[in-house]
Structure formats: structure tokens, C-alpha cells
């Protein structure tokens, strides 16, 4: 199965100062507030759903076809990504701008001071998805993942036109999205994929019930945290999938991302639309068990038995035989 990941490409700038911001705040200045904090570390992550469900793809043995729009500096990143099993042949370069970038200061309260730039993600609206499938000989699934929202609109679009099964995954991009523009979205697409908050926020922007956005879209998935996954369509009986078990948790950055890589990938194997968010879920926790968004590895025995562990001997055994290696 041929899929390509499009949305953002990132890297995260993380530091840590070891302070308290409200010290350094004078309530009688802020109108004029000129401040740099010297920070004591520096961590510099890879990141963007793009590739984050790319990344997850490729541990479960699949290829998958990243596309969107970096800088010149990707270089490093196109390494690491392509040693780790993901196609970045139709991934844009700009010849202007920086890949997209989030840096972000936090103290010792946990309070953060952030930019994100986006740099050559706004020229994701360039990318037309036509010549990705005549290089990968088809696309079986695209994934319209949150980037640049024009290049959203575009890439949906062009997978009505062109007949390509595709996924709507407007995640934080949803919030920049007029009703107009949701509709352009999910409008006929397979699955359409939000956290909790996000299926609300949905329906009150585009004037939907969940009655009504069924009727444009094959599978709704909704993501419910520690609650794990809900999955409903058209002519379905309703899914309820639990969260995976968690040995610990480090960091839900990316817990998403993860969720899908692993979703996708077992619909790819032909498993069912509930096993396959089982092991959405299990993906989803070694991402949440690890600081970082592409540090995890799946290890294949590893992973069948904690499948096995959290849902049952029958979905480990239909699994066991896809991993790689």
C-alpha cells in the first residue's frame, strides 16, 4: 500500500531556564519589556506531524511518501528520515526560506515563551500530488495532515478531482480554518481524524451535527487521550477502543502523530478498523514513553506481546507476522 504523509516538517529549539519568568516581569513595564534569558540547555528535536507519521510508518515496516515543504537546511533531517525508512523524494525545497521552526524557553514553573516560524511551510501550496503518484506508480491513501492551510485546501481538492482515497486531519490547524474552508476539508473524504475537543470545534465552525458530518466522510476517528479512541461511519457499528497499557510517561508530544502512523499501517496489512486503532493506541504510548516525537523504536517482539497484553492474543498474532525484521 502506497501512502503519502503530507502536512508539516519541523524542528523544535527547546531550552530551559533555570528561573522564574514573573521575577524577571515589572507589571509597571511591560508596555516596553526588552528581556534575554540565559538559559542552561538547549535541545534541538525533529519534528512536524508530517514526518512524525512518516517516522512511525517506517518503524512498522512501511515506506511511506513524505511530502511537504522545507529549507535548505533540511539536509540533516532528510538523512536521519531516510535512514530510518521514509521516502523524502517529493519533498519540496524552498530556495528562500528556512524549514519551519519552533523555539520555546521554559522556566522553572513550566511557563513557556515560544515563536514558531513557518517559514517554508507556507510554500506547501505549491506542491501538486499528481507528480508524487506517478513517481510512487500510485497512491493508495493520501494524508492531508496540518500544514500550511492553503496547501490543505489544495490537497484535498486534488484528491476528489484525481480519485485518490484521502484522510482529513486538520488537528491544530483547525483553529485557522473558517467553516468554509472545514467543509473544503472533509468534504468527501475516507477518514477525518480529531482529539475530543477538536470534533466539537468542528461542528460549531462548519454548522455540522456528527449526523451531518457523516455524511461526508466514510470513517470518523476521534482520539480521547487516556480514554483511547472512538471510531463511528457510515453503515459501522460504533468502535470504542481502550488506551494501550503505559510502563511510564515522559511526554505526549506527538502522542497523535503516533496514534496515526500506527492506525494507518495496520489498515495497509488489511486488519480491521478496531485492531487497527489498537495498534494506533500501542504506537501511541512508546511515543509517550519517550522524550521526543521520533526517538522510539519498535521492536517487533516487543511490540507483539504488549499488544497482546493490552487487547489480546488474536490481534498480537494477526500482527506479528507485518513487523519488520
Known sequence: MRIAVTGSIATDHLMHFPGRFAEQLLPEQLHKVSLSFL????????????ANIAFGMAQLGLRPLLVGAV?????????????HGVDCSSVYVSEVAHTARFVCTTDEDLNQIASFYAGAMAEARNIEIAPVAARAGSLDLVIVGANDPAAMLRHSEECRQRGYAYAADPSQQLARMSGTDVLGLIDGAQFLLTNDYEKQLLEAKSGLSDADVLDRV????TTLGKDGVSITGRGLEPIEVPAAKATHACDPTGVGDGFRAGFFAALSWGLSLEQSAQVGCLLATLVLETVGTQ??????ADFADRLAESYGTAVAEEVRPHLPG
Open 295 to 300: 526517538e522510539y523504536t519498535v521492536k517487533p
Open 218 to 221: 466514510r470513517v470518523r476517528v
Open 71 to 83: 529549507g535548505l537546511d533540511f539536509e540533516d533531517y532528510r538523512g536521519w528520515l531516510s535512514r
Open 39 to 50: 538559559v542552561d540547555e538547549l535541545v534541538v528535536r525533529r519534528g512536524g506531524v508530517a
